[in-house]
């Protein structure tokens, strides 16, 4: 099975972080999202784009599932978090965050951080819902606020990051 589930944070439910100077959450992750959707289509690959709170999160099965989300307003904060969701085989559970990890930073020269990462990601509700075995992250793409420009102004960076994450992970036996 190929497909890979790509979820926009707070798409059809809200709006995520707002800036003071109205910029939102939502727009950068559907914005990434449906750039990043093209991206691996055009490499053959079956791609869901689906809602926050899409119906069909509902045992979801897919090769990958990744969720979107940009960090918050807060100003002179700077960097990337991800969460991959404990699956049962745990080398699967270290290589989709080793690959996402690896290949955003190298895209975007944004710094991980780790000790970030929140138990909103960690326990992220989505994980909860998908069929058991889909392996599965989560992604602060970067703070609104210092990592503006990355976010907003050139996403082709932030794209091809999750974009050679993904094929990092899913031809990760074939190395
Ligand atoms: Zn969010």
Redesign the pocket.
Known sequence: MNVIGLLA??QGAGR??TCSDGVE??TI?TDIAARLQKKLREAGYQVDLLD?FDARLDNYQAAVFVAL???SCIRGASGFKIASRKIADSITTRALRDCLQGHYHEATHLEPQPFGVTPAMTHYYAFDRLAPETPAAII?LGFISTDRAILLDQPEQAVQGLYAGIICFLERDKR
């Open positions: 944070g707070h995520g972080a959450e939502v992750t926050e989300h940009a960090d602060e």
